[in-house]
Nanobody, 127 residues
């Protein structure tokens, strides 16, 4: 079993930055890719970013492109979401997730692609 633990959320003002971390532990970590999703109250969980674990190739949602970046540290089994120029509409619970080893690039924006999920961390951006 793989456990994912997010950290780094908090309350910030519009225009500020935050960095979220997601540490993976448990069985030998071998996900094809990792992702970040977010869910605001009353809304569905939505894709934010994904990264292939081996190559480090990233994909970002249009709503965060140019403001957010995603990276990973393979030695630490940890991935990061650097969020800059935060907006009130970024307010949500952010979840990290991991695919099975058999994942593939074309479906990384889908919630159903991910097998492992963290507990979530709250990000609140005030105007």
């Amino acid at each position: 079993q793989v456990q994912l633990v997010e950290s780094g959320g908090g309350l910030v003002q519009a225009g500020d930055s935050l960095r979220l971390s997601c540490a993976a532990s448990g069985r030998t970590f071998s996900s094809y890719a990792m992702g970040w999703f977010r869910q605001a109250p009353g809304k569905e969980r939505e894709f934010v970013a994904a990264i292939t674990w081996s190559a480090g190739t990233t994909d970002l949602a249009d709503s965060v492109k140019g403001r957010f970046t995603m990276s990973r540290d393979k030695a630490k089994n940890t991935m990061y979401l650097q969020m800059n120029v935060l907006k009130p509409e970024d307010t949500a619970v952010y979840y990290c997730a991991g695919t099975s080893p058999g994942g593939r690039w074309g479906i990384l924006r889908s919630v159903g692609t991910y097998y492992y999920w963290g507990q979530g961390t709250q990000v609140t951006v005030s105007s």
